[in-house]
């Protein structure tokens, strides 16, 4: 926060600070902080992969996913972002099979099947 205070124009400042909220699980303040190095450098990949695994910590994957898309728009090469954003849209697809199994079983006791 002192460098921050001592220089707000630094990106890297923000994303260090965002990891620091990210280890004592302030998320919101990881992804503000995040959101104001994109802001002063929309080309910082370490700021959207933050507020990405930020948001995943708050169970907002869809936002978590469309910060992954905006990242690859910009740094459209980056495997580790590629492989990231491909693992959480197949464990939100899991997800969303897995509770349709569930409600799927849940009707057939009901019918008594």
Do not use: H, W
């Not at 990881?30 to 002063?40: F, G, H, M, P, Y």
């Not at 992969?49 to 936002?63: E, P, S």
């Not at 495997?79 to 197949?90: G, H, L, R, S």
């Amino acid at each position: 926060s002192s460098a921050i205070e001592a220089d707000p124009t630094t990106p890297a400042y923000y994303t260090n600070r965002a990891s620091a909220y990210m280890m004592t699980s302030d998320f919101s303040s990881a992804v503000s902080d995040c959101n104001k190095a994109i802001e002063l450098d929309p080309t910082l990949t370490k700021a959207y992969v933050r507020k990405a695994k930020a948001l995943l910590a708050q169970g907002n994957t869809t936002d978590a996913i469309a910060t992954y898309t905006q990242c690859l728009v910009k740094d459209p090469g980056n495997a580790q972002v590629t492989k990231e954003k491909k693992e959480t849209e197949e464990a939100v697809r899991r997800l969303a099979l897995a509770r349709q199994c569930l409600a799927e079983a849940a009707a057939a006791a009901g019918n008594g099947g």
